[in-house]
């Protein structure tokens, strides 16, 4: 199938639903005894397909009111900022919960969970339900720190690697970039499309002056359509990984299976010929 053929915002109509269905399939199932921490796939799984809801929604248009008189628009700007964090949501699933052992899968939450719990420390509590939490998670870093420090996994990494975790950084010190390729995606490809993407999410004077100069509706709607490509690529590689771990999820991607689903399930080695060829 040539890139030409590809019809991405149909096809992530298509992709959508079968990614939210497959998110639903697993709801209510037990999880085993001393496994908590999986539940959070289904958690930044949510986050995932929401996000892409409120892209479509938004790539539908809006109305504003300026005057007593409506002028349609389709807020491009705000999809983009919109698909960054679709972006980004995958290539954490991908890390955190993306590895064949569950073992390392295990690992990886728990170094998500300590960096997430330490941002939050430096948050300034107003009331006491707020200062409670806060001490009750800070009780929860120290625990999580222990378990880290003795667990074999940490044992085998770099002196620098296992001081990057312990302070709170999950990533330890990898960019977006280097997550992007062990997630499998084009290196080349993600580095252009994140850079445009968090212009929008950071006000540049370049995403600024897109926003101003396309005023005419049609023009909105194909900005906003440009990033589909992208969102369809995630969702393709986050229905294989999510089938992997889901019984009940796989049920659903065989049965469901989608030719778009194929189509985008691009390797990394054949997005950057696509890309280069463009």
Same mark, same amino acid.
């Given at each position: ?10 096809? $992530?109509?298509? %992709? ?17 005894? #001393? ?14 397909? &929401? &996000?892409? &809801? ?5 790539? @539908? ?5 300026? #005057? ?18 679709? %972006? ?10 993306? *590895? ?14 300590? #960096?997430?719990?330490?941002?939050? /420390? ?37 002196? #620098? ?54 005023? *005419?509706?049609?023009? /909105? ?6 990033? $589909? ?8 590689? $986050? ?5 992997? %771990? $889901? ?30 060829? @463009?």
């Amino acid at each position: 199938m040539r890139i030409e053929d590809y019809d991405p915002v149909k096809q $992530f109509s298509e %992709l959508h639903a079968l990614v939210v269905e497959m998110v639903d399939a697993p709801g209510g199932a037990p999880i085993p005894a #001393g496994m908590a921490w999986m539940s959070d796939r289904q958690t930044l799984s949510k986050k995932l397909a &929401h &996000h892409l &809801h409120t892209l479509a929604e938004i790539h @539908r248009g809006s109305m504003l009111m300026v #005057g007593g008189v409506g002028v349609p628009f389709i807020d491009h700007g705000s999809i983009k900022v919109i698909a960054r964090a679709v %972006l980004e949501n995958f290539i954490v699933f991908a890390q955190i919960f993306g *590895d064949p052992d569950p073992e390392v899968c295990r690992f990886r939450h728990m170094t998500w969970k300590l #960096g997430g719990l330490m941002d939050r /420390q430096s948050l300034s509590a107003s009331t006491a339900e707020n200062k409670s939490r806060l001490a009750a998670e800070k009780l929860q870093i120290d625990q999580l720190s222990a378990e880290l420090k003795a667990n074999a996994i940490f044992q085998t990494l770099s002196n #620098g690697a296992q001081k990057a975790i312990v302070k709170g950084d999950w990533k330890t010190g990898r960019s977006w970039q280097a997550l992007a390729k062990e997630a499998g995606l084009s290196e080349a490809y993600f580095r252009n499309i994140y850079s445009y993407l968090c212009g929008y999410s950071h006000s540049s004077y370049a995403a600024a002056m897109q926003v101003g100069q396309a005023n *005419d509706l049609a023009e /909105q709607s194909s900005l906003s359509s440009s990033m $589909f490509g992208v969102m369809c690529l995630c969702m393709a590689r $986050f229905a294989t990984l999510y089938a992997a %771990l $889901f019984p009940s999820a796989r049920t659903v991607l065989e049965r469901e299976r989608l030719p778009a689903l194929d189509m985008w399930n691009i390797s990394a080695t054949r997005m950057e010929e696509i890309y280069a060829s @463009r």
